[in-house]
């Protein structure tokens, strides 16, 4: 899985120059156990899957299975996380130790976040953290607030990807501002995925309608009440969602009906 | 000459300066699939068994968990 694609792939999500069948991304926190995250990770189709970097338990379960035996990186792509970090610096530091957990691995998920009730992210750190990741190798796609001035600063610095948020994360409240996310989706050439905020599959949907590139979720999938069906759910709203803003939909007429029957050839009116 | 370190937050006292490769095996964590970080520098697997702790370094280990 770490050599790129050979054969081009129809309607492929490319990040960072590597192909990618699914536009779902998806996290892998929250849930049960871990082989409810298989289930629903495999119910959603996605290659891409998020991982944070914590401390290990000394002492502690020596022989249990870790998530990487669940999730090999052999078949999946992993994609470290800096969530918990406030600053440029604890991010910088924590996707170097995720480079050397995952064996060189460059790809990674940045973000850092400005205040614990929020969780929004902090804008200045999240564009110096950018800056010190790509001039050290690192294929950054960055979480970063709705804006497309920022989301574009992001891009001149060298992310592979942006991903703006839908809503607060883990907040399940939809896309709170599709206007700016259209704006970022126009004027960013690298792809822009929604990431945070998505709460139920037409959410998804109507991301991808939008143009997204693809969508980024956890908490909407873990926290379902039937986790692996959602997964399921959201697979197929992102394929829907996509096919829709592909084939372009048709104008919206807001003061005149249309009729799809013919108008002719009715039958003799009653008298 | 007795060394104290601190892992992951947590005091270590050692009789005398271990590698990091015979630290990690004491702490039964060999072979896990790890990261190590020495006051804020990474400490790459292929040096764990040349490189030995020192009295008052603040060691990192980390893996990968389950996050969003």
């Known amino acids: 899985m770490n050599a790129p694609e050979k054969v081009a792939l129809e309607d492929a999500l490319v990040i960072a120059g590597r192909e990618y069948r699914s536009r779902l991304l998806v996290g892998t926190g929250k849930y049960r156990d871990f082989d409810e995250t298989r289930r629903a990770i495999e119910a959603s189709g996605a290659e891409i899957v998020t991982v944070a970097i914590r401390r290990t338990n000394i002492g502690q379960n020596a022989g249990e299975p870790s998530l990487l035996d669940v999730l090999p990186p052999s078949r999946y792509t992993i994609l470290p996380n800096t969530a918990g970090c406030y600053t440029a610096q604890d991010a910088v530091r924590t996707l170097r130790l995720a480079r050397e957990l995952l064996d060189g691995h460059a790809l990674v998920k940045l973000e850092v976040l400005g205040d614990q009730q929020s969780l929004y992210p902090n804008m200045p750190e999240t564009l110096a953290a950018a800056g010190t990741l790509v001039a050290e190798g690192f294929q950054v796609m960055a979480y970063c607030n709705d804006d497309p001035i920022l989301a574009k600063q992001l891009e001149e610095i060298g992310c592979v990807a942006v991903m703006p948020l839908a809503s607060l994360i883990g907040s399940g409240m939809g896309i709170l501002n599709p206007w700016n996310l259209q704006i970022i989706i126009d004027r960013v050439k690298v792809p822009v995925l929604v990431d945070a905020g998505i709460g139920t599959a037409s959410d998804a949907a109507i991301a991808m309608e939008l143009g997204c590139d693809g969508v980024l979720m956890n908490t909407a999938i873990a926290k379902a009440r039937d986790p692996v069906r959602m997964a399921r759910a959201m697979k197929a709203a992102v394929e829907a969602g996509r096919d829709a803003f592909l084939a372009g939909r048709m104008a919206k007429k807001p003061y005149e009906a249309a009729a799809s029957s013919p108008t002719t050839g009715l039958i003799e009116k009653a008298r | ?68």
């Open chain 2, 1 to 68: 000459m007795p060394v104290r370190v601190h892992v992951n937050g947590a005091p270590r006292d050692f009789a005398a300066a271990p590698t990091f490769e015979e630290m990690l095996a004491e702490l039964e964590l060999a072979g896990r699939r790890i990261a190590v970080e020495r006051n804020g520098e990474i400490v790459p697997r292929s040096r764990f068994a040349d490189t030995r702790l020192a009295d008052g370094d603040r060691i990192e280990v980390v893996v990968a968990v389950g996050g969003g």
